[in-house]
């Protein structure tokens, strides 16, 4: 051990530079993912907030592409609340626009049908929808935007006044009429999807088959365990994620690698000593693993505090943006980076052990 440490203490310069080369791997592979599933978290637990048990949508439309146009007559609304199990409907509008250089959904709803739901908008400040004009926004995007009531912002070409700031967390960010962002869509009398509250947890499953079957040409997305829904249903997440995490292993190994067969290299004559003086080949090979885990060990500390650096620095500067980087995922960059290290360091322990010792002794 205290050989291992001498020897990452005397070369600070490659030391450190296998350090930093191997946190920035482990805080890329943080944030990467970290962004990537906090992102799909955010919007279903916000779909969820809404507090209904189901989604009725287009058959064959995803979690993501139902959200954008109104398809479904709106009377459906009528024939789903006298089916049994139901309890209440919510007609909602949803359309993706630009506001202010970003991409926002904009749910258009009837705020008396939208907290029958049970969730509804919990208005902080200002007011509730109550006519043509007005728009809603959540607390998140009037903090990051500066927005406050009484403003007038511009949405899909028309004008607007803030009349209420609702609380972060529930359905979308911006809030219209209903009847408004219908007619400016053209979509008069046709929704995105509807929201649903059964009577009771153990109607939903049951509840959903019956509107399947009442229904031509709909399906209903159960809101419990959305978020894993979404993830599986958007191609390529566990490819791109697995692309990452591979990517990090082999860079932080051929770092870890090449620092440390340069470190035998350069050792050969304090080898061929200890070699001379009895050390078995079995403690030069652990020497130098050891050397190697201290340098990955450093190495995912400072991937560590390069992650929190980092999310801190996209919430400043993004604050809409949702960075979630959980136990499992540290543990899993902190396991990438310790086994970058062993990985790295079997060739150049080995190289090492198969010194001679008179021709390390020899080695100019």
């Known amino acids: 051990m205290t050989l291992a440490l001498a020897n990452v203490l005397q070369k600070k310069v490659r030391s450190a530079i296998c350090v930093l080369a191997i946190g920035i791997g482990v805080a890329l592979l943080l944030v990467v993912v970290g962004l990537t599933r906090g992102s ?4 279903a637990q916000r779909i969820q907030n809404v507090g209904g048990d189901l989604i009725v949508q287009p058959a064959g439309a995803t979690q993501f592409l139902a959200l954008k146009s109104g398809v479904l007559p709106e009377r459906y609304a009528e024939r789903l609340r006298a089916l049994p199990g139901v309890a209440a409907v919510s007609p909602v509008v949803a359309w993706t626009t630009t506001f202010r250089n970003a991409f926002y959904v904009v749910y258009g709803i009837d705020p008396e049908q939208f907290s029958s739901i049970g969730g509804g908008l919990r208005i902080v400040e200002g007011r509730p929808l109550r006519g043509r004009g007005e728009v809603v926004v959540d607390s998140r995007l009037a903090a990051a935007a500066r927005l406050a009531v009484g403003d007038r912002v511009e949405i899909l070409g028309a004008r607007f006044e803030i009349v209420g700031v609702s609380k972060e967390g529930v359905g979308a960010r911006i809030f219209l009429p209903m009847a408004e962002l219908q007619a400016m869509l053209h979509q008069e009398r046709r929704v995105s999807l509807f929201f649903v509250r059964c009577t009771s947890p ?38 791109f994620i697995g692309a990452i995490t591979g990517t990090t292993l082999v860079v932080s190994l051929l770092v870890v690698s090449l620092a440390m067969y340069m470190t035998i290299l350069g050792k050969t004559r304090e080898i061929g000593i200890l070699r001379s003086l009895g050390a078995s080949r079995r403690r030069i090979m652990g020497t130098v693993v050891l050397e190697s885990l201290l340098l990955t060990g450093c190495g995912v500390l400072a991937g560590y505090a390069l992650t929190l650096a980092s ?54």
């Open 311 to 364: 999310v801190a620095a996209l919430r400043s500067w993004y604050p809409l943006l949702t960075v979630e980087v959980t136990r499992f995922w540290i543990l899993v960059g902190g396991g990438v980076g310790i086994a970058s290290g062993l990985l790295g360091a079997l060739y150049p322990a080995w190289f090492a052990a198969r010194q001679d010792p008179v021709q390390a002794l020899s080695y100019e």
């Open 202 to 239: 153990g109607a939903v499953k049951s509840t959903a088959a019956a509107i399947e079957a009442a229904i031509e040409g709909v399906r209903c997305q159960i809101l419990e365990g959305l978020a894993d829904e979404m993830a599986r249903s958007m191609t390529g997440l566990r490819e």
């Open 40 to 43: 799909i978290q955010e919007v």
